[in-house]
C-alpha cells in the first residue's frame, strides 16, 4: 500500500492523474519568470531569440516551397503554422479570420511574412501567455530543423510534404498537455511553503477519513471492490452498483498510466545507454517528440509494462505483489534520499529551499488565496488514488492486529515525507540551472535531461532518477492490477492464472487508443481535454472517478441508509493503535461530503467554464 501511495504521490511530478487550477498557473508566472531574468537569464533568452530567428527562416522557406505545390497549399499551410506553434500561441489572437484566408486559399505569402513578427512578439509576451507557452516555444527549433532537412522532399512531393507538416503538428500538440500540476510545480505557484503547508493540513483533514472508510469496506468485507458491497449492504439496497463503476474506473486509470510508465522505462533505458549524453537543449527535446510520434516503440514499452506487471500479480499478493513492492520500496526510498542529499550542495540549494520551504503569503495573494486553498485540496485528495477501490482490496488483506486509523496515519506519513524529499530534489536543481519550477511535462523530460548533463555524474544521477520514477509508476500500475484480477475472478469465477492472462490481453488492446493519440490517432476533438486520447482518459479519471467514488465510500460508511456510522467506527477501531471518536462523525457526515462535492464541481468548472 505504501508503494502504491509513493507512486500516486510522484504521479504530480509528471501530470498524471491530479487536477489544476489554470489561473493559478498564469498568475504566478510572470513573477517567477522576472525573477530568473534578474538572476541571469539571459543566456537562456538569447538562446530562445536564436532559435525564433532560425524557426522564422525556415517557415519562410516552407511557405516559399509551397507556390509551386499545386492545389491544397491552404491546407497544408495549416499545418505548417502549426507544427510551429505559430497558430497554437497566437489562436486566441489570429483566430477565425486566419482560418477564413486558409480555407479561400489566399494569403500564403502575407502569412509567411507574418512569421517571424508573430514568433517574435511569443517571445517579447512570455510572460503574458498560460504556462506552457514557454515549453511550445522552446520546441520550436527542434521542429524547424526536421522540416528543413525536408526541404528537397518538400518540392518534390506535395504529398510527402502535407504528411510531414501534419506529423510535426501531432508532436507539438502531444507536448502542450493539459496542465495537472504536482505537490511541487503547486507549490512554485501558490506561495511555495504556504502550499505545502496548506497541502499537508489537506491530507490529513480529507485524505485521511476516507482512505480508512476504503480500508474499512474491504476489511469487512473480506472481498474486491466489486463484491465487498454486496456483503456490507442491507438487503435491497444499491450500492453495489458502484462496485462496477470502481472496475471500471481501474480500467481507465490503466488505459493511459501504462503508457505513462513506458515513457519512464524508456528514459530510464536511454540514459542509462548514453543516448542523452551530449545532447544540447534542442537534441533532447528532440527525443521527447521523437519518442511521442514514435508508436512503436510506445507501443512495446506500453507491453512491456503490462507483461511485467500481470507476471508479478499472476503470483499472488505475497509471493508476488508483496515480495516485489518491498524491494521497490526499499531501492526508491534510497534513491530518492541519496539525490536529495546531492540537490542541497548544488550552488542554488538556499534559494531552492527557501523557496520551496519558507512560506510567500504575498505570492500567495497575487495567485489568489481561494486558487492556492483549492489546488492545495485537489492535490492532497488526489495524490491517494481514493475513490476507485485500490485502497480497499489492500483493506481486506489487512489483519486485525492494528487499527485502521493507526495504518492509514502510518501511509500518510509516508506520503508527507516522499512529498518533501521530492521536493528537495527538484527546487534546488531547478535554481542552479534557472529552471521554471512550474514546468510541466517538460519539466521531467526535457529540462531534467538537461540539468543531469551539465553535473558530475550526470548520466548516473539521471539513470537513478529515471530509475525510481519508474518504481514509482509501476507500483500504482500493481496495485490496480491486483485490483482488476481478483474483480475478475470473483465475477466470473475463474483462477488467479485465468484472470491474469485474459486482462494480459484486454489491457494492452485498451492501452493502444493512448499510444496512437499522439500520433497516427491525433484529432482535434479532445482539445477540450488537453489535446490527446490521454487527457480524456485522465479527465475522466480524476475528475469523475475518484471524487464522486470517495463520496460514495464515505456516505456509505457515514449514514444510516448505508453501512452506517456504527458499523463503520467498530471496524476502524479494531486492533491497536489510534482510535476513530465519536467527536468525529459531525465534520465526516455534514462537512467532508460539501468538500468533495466542491472539489468535483470545481473540477467541471475549470475544464469547461473557467
Not at 511 to 519: A, D, F, I, K, T
Not at 602 to 610: E, L, M, N, T, V
Given at each position: 500500500?505504501?508503494?502504491?501511495?509513493?507512486?500516486?504521490?510522484?504521479?504530480?511530478?509528471?501530470?498524471?492523474?491530479?487536477?489544476?487550477?489554470?489561473?493559478?498557473?498564469?498568475?504566478?508566472?510572470?513573477?517567477?519568470?522576472?525573477?530568473?531574468?534578474?538572476?541571469?537569464?539571459?543566456?537562456?533568452?538569447?538562446?530562445?531569440?536564436?532559435?525564433?530567428?532560425?524557426?522564422?527562416?525556415?517557415?519562410?522557406?516552407?511557405?516559399?516551397?509551397?507556390?509551386?505545390?499545386?492545389?491544397?497549399?491552404?491546407?497544408?499551410?495549416?499545418?505548417?503554422?502549426?507544427?510551429?506553434?505559430?497558430?497554437?500561441?497566437?489562436?486566441?489572437?489570429?483566430?477565425?479570420?486566419?482560418?477564413?484566408?486558409?480555407?479561400?486559399?489566399?494569403?500564403?505569402?502575407?502569412?509567411?511574412?507574418?512569421?517571424?513578427?508573430?514568433?517574435?512578439?511569443?517571445?517579447?509576451?512570455?510572460?503574458?501567455?498560460?504556462?506552457?507557452?514557454?515549453?511550445?516555444?522552446?520546441?520550436?527549433?527542434?521542429?524547424?530543423?526536421?522540416?528543413?532537412?525536408?526541404?528537397?522532399?518538400?518540392?518534390?512531393?506535395?504529398?510527402?510534404?502535407?504528411?510531414?507538416?501534419?506529423?510535426?503538428?501531432?508532436?507539438?500538440?502531444?507536448?502542450?498537455?493539459?496542465?495537472?500540476?504536482?505537490a511541487g510545480r503547486l507549490a512554485g505557484q501558490?506561495?511555495?511553503?504556504?502550499?505545502?503547508?496548506?497541502?499537508?493540513?489537506?491530507?490529513?483533514?480529507?485524505?485521511?477519513?476516507?482512505?480508512?472508510?476504503?480500508?474499512?469496506?474491504?476489511?469487512?468485507?473480506?472481498?474486491?471492490?466489486?463484491?465487498?458491497?454486496?456483503?456490507?449492504?442491507?438487503?435491497?439496497?444499491?450500492?453495489?452498483?458502484?462496485?462496477?463503476?470502481?472496475?471500471?474506473?481501474?480500467?481507465?486509470?490503466?488505459?493511459?498510466?501504462?503508457?505513462?510508465?513506458?515513457?519512464?522505462?524508456?528514459?530510464?533505458?536511454?540514459?542509462?545507454?548514453?543516448?542523452?549524453?551530449?545532447?544540447?537543449?534542442?537534441?533532447?527535446?528532440?527525443?521527447?517528440?521523437?519518442?511521442?510520434?514514435?508508436?512503436?516503440?510506445?507501443?512495446?514499452?506500453?507491453?512491456?509494462?503490462?507483461?511485467?506487471?500481470?507476471?508479478?500479480?499472476?503470483?499472488?499478493?505475497?509471493?508476488?505483489?508483496?515480495?516485489?513492492?518491498?524491494?521497490?520500496?526499499?531501492?526508491?526510498?534510497?534513491?530518492?534520499?541519496?539525490?536529495?542529499?546531492?540537490?542541497?550542495?548544488?550552488?542554488?540549494?538556499?534559494?531552492?529551499?527557501?523557496?520551496?520551504?519558507?512560506?510567500?503569503?504575498?505570492?500567495?495573494?497575487?495567485?489568489?488565496?481561494?486558487?492556492?486553498?483549492?489546488?492545495?485540496?485537489?492535490?492532497?485528495?488526489?495524490?491517494?488514488?481514493?475513490?476507485?477501490?485500490?485502497?480497499?482490496?489492500?483493506?481486506?488483506?489487512?489483519?486485525?492486529?492494528?487499527?485502521?486509523?493507526?495504518?492509514?496515519?502510518?501511509?500518510?506519513?509516508?506520503?508527507?515525507?516522499?512529498?518533501?524529499?521530492?521536493?528537495?530534489?527538484?527546487?534546488?536543481?531547478?535554481?542552479?540551472?534557472?529552471?521554471?519550477?512550474?514546468?510541466?511535462?517538460?519539466?521531467?523530460?526535457?529540462?531534467?535531461?538537461?540539468?543531469?548533463?551539465?553535473?558530475?555524474?550526470?548520466?548516473?544521477?539521471?539513470?537513478?532518477?529515471?530509475?525510481?520514477?519508474?518504481?514509482?509508476?509501476?507500483?500504482?500500475?500493481?496495485a490496480v492490477f491486483e485490483n482488476i484480477i481478483?474483480?475478475?475472478?470473483?465475477?466470473?469465477?475463474?483462477?488467479?492464472?485465468?484472470?491474469?492472462?485474459?486482462?494480459?490481453?484486454?489491457?494492452?488492446?485498451?492501452?493502444?487508443?493512448?499510444?496512437?493519440?499522439?500520433?497516427?490517432?491525433?484529432?482535434?476533438?479532445?482539445?477540450?481535454?488537453?489535446?490527446?486520447?490521454?487527457?480524456?482518459?485522465?479527465?475522466?479519471?480524476?475528475?469523475?472517478?475518484?471524487?464522486?467514488?470517495?463520496?460514495?465510500?464515505?456516505?456509505?460508511?457515514?449514514?444510516?441508509?448505508?453501512?452506517?456510522?456504527?458499523?463503520?467506527?467498530?471496524?476502524?477501531?479494531?486492533?491497536?493503535?489510534?482510535?476513530?471518536?465519536?467527536?468525529?462523525?459531525?465534520?465526516?457526515?455534514?462537512?467532508?461530503?460539501?468538500i468533495v462535492l466542491f472539489i468535483f464541481a470545481?473540477?467541471?468548472?475549470?475544464?469547461?467554464?473557467?
Open positions: 500500500v505504501g508503494a502504491h501511495v509513493v507512486g500516486g504521490l510522484l504521479d504530480g511530478l509528471v501530470d498524471l492523474p491530479q487536477r489544476r487550477d489554470a489561473r493559478a498557473g498564469a498568475g504566478g508566472q510572470g513573477a517567477h519568470d522576472e525573477d530568473d531574468d534578474q538572476d541571469g537569464g539571459g543566456a537562456v533568452d538569447a538562446l530562445k531569440d536564436a532559435r525564433v530567428e532560425d524557426a522564422a527562416r525556415e517557415a519562410t522557406d516552407v511557405a516559399d516551397a509551397q507556390d509551386g505545390a499545386g492545389d491544397g497549399h491552404g491546407k497544408h499551410g495549416d499545418g505548417l503554422d502549426e507544427a510551429l506553434g505559430a497558430e497554437v500561441t497566437l489562436d486566441h489572437e489570429v483566430g477565425d479570420d486566419h482560418a477564413q484566408q486558409r480555407r479561400d486559399g489566399g494569403g500564403d505569402e502575407a502569412q509567411a511574412e507574418g512569421i517571424p513578427e508573430r514568433l517574435q512578439t511569443v517571445v517579447a509576451r512570455k510572460n503574458e501567455l498560460e504556462p506552457f507557452a514557454g515549453e511550445r516555444e522552446e520546441l520550436v527549433a527542434p521542429g524547424g530543423e526536421e522540416r528543413a532537412d525536408g526541404h528537397t522532399d518538400i518540392h518534390q512531393n506535395n504529398e510527402a510534404r502535407r504528411q510531414r507538416a501534419q506529423d510535426g503538428q501531432r508532436r507539438l500538440d502531444a507536448l502542450v498537455l493539459d496542465e495537472h500540476p504536482g501558490g506561495g511555495g511553503g504556504a502550499f505545502v503547508l496548506f497541502y499537508l493540513v489537506f491530507l490529513v483533514i480529507l485524505g485521511l477519513p476516507i482512505m480508512t472508510m476504503e480500508f474499512a469496506v474491504g476489511r469487512a468485507s473480506r472481498k474486491s471492490p466489486v463484491r465487498a458491497y454486496q456483503a456490507l449492504e442491507k438487503p435491497g439496497q444499491k450500492w453495489h452498483i458502484h462496485g462496477y463503476l470502481t472496475l471500471i474506473g481501474c480500467y481507465l486509470l490503466m488505459m493511459f498510466y501504462t503508457t505513462v510508465a513506458g515513457w519512464m522505462l524508456h528514459y530510464f533505458y536511454m540514459t542509462a545507454i548514453g543516448q542523452l549524453s551530449g545532447l544540447n537543449a534542442e537534441q533532447v527535446a528532440g527525443k521527447f517528440t521523437e519518442m511521442l510520434a514514435s508508436p512503436g516503440v510506445m507501443t512495446f514499452w506500453m507491453v512491456f509494462v503490462v507483461v511485467l506487471s500481470i507476471l508479478v500479480c499472476a503470483k499472488g499478493l505475497q509471493n508476488g505483489l508483496e515480495r516485489v513492492t518491498k524491494v521497490m520500496m526499499i531501492a526508491l526510498l534510497a534513491i530518492m534520499v541519496v539525490l536529495a542529499v546531492n540537490s542541497l550542495f548544488m550552488p542554488g540549494a538556499k534559494e531552492g529551499l527557501k523557496f520551496y520551504l519558507v512560506p510567500d503569503f504575498a505570492r500567495m495573494q497575487e495567485v489568489g488565496v481561494v486558487n492556492t486553498l483549492v489546488s492545495a485540496m485537489n492535490q492532497a485528495f488526489f495524490t491517494l488514488s481514493l475513490g476507485i477501490g485500490a485502497m480497499a482490496i489492500f483493506g481486506s488483506y489487512i489483519g486485525k492486529e492494528h487499527s485502521l486509523l493507526g495504518e492509514s496515519v502510518r501511509i500518510v506519513v509516508l506520503d508527507t515525507f516522499v512529498a518533501i524529499t521530492a521536493g528537495l530534489i527538484i527546487f534546488p536543481a531547478c535554481f542552479t540551472y534557472g529552471v521554471d519550477q512550474t514546468s510541466g511535462p517538460s519539466l521531467i523530460f526535457i529540462t531534467l535531461p538537461n540539468i543531469f548533463a551539465n553535473m558530475a555524474l550526470g548520466r548516473l544521477w539521471g539513470t537513478l532518477f529515471f530509475l525510481f520514477m519508474a518504481f514509482a509508476a509501476l507500483s500504482t500500475v500493481l481478483c474483480c475478475g475472478m470473483e465475477l466470473t469465477g475463474c483462477s488467479r492464472r485465468k484472470s491474469s492472462l485474459v486482462n494480459l490481453v484486454l489491457i494492452i488492446a485498451l492501452s493502444m487508443p493512448c499510444v496512437l493519440g499522439y500520433n497516427l490517432w491525433a484529432w482535434d476533438g479532445f482539445a477540450v481535454f488537453g489535446g490527446a486520447v490521454l487527457d480524456f482518459e485522465d479527465f475522466l479519471v480524476s475528475n469523475l472517478f475518484l471524487p464522486l467514488g470517495s463520496l460514495v465510500y464515505l456516505l456509505f460508511c457515514v449514514t444510516k441508509y448505508g453501512w452506517g456510522w456504527d458499523n463503520y467506527k467498530k471496524e476502524v477501531n479494531i486492533g491497536k493503535g489510534l482510535k476513530m471518536h465519536g467527536w468525529m462523525r459531525g465534520y465526516l457526515t455534514y462537512v467532508l461530503p460539501v470545481f473540477g467541471i468548472y475549470d475544464k469547461f467554464f473557467a
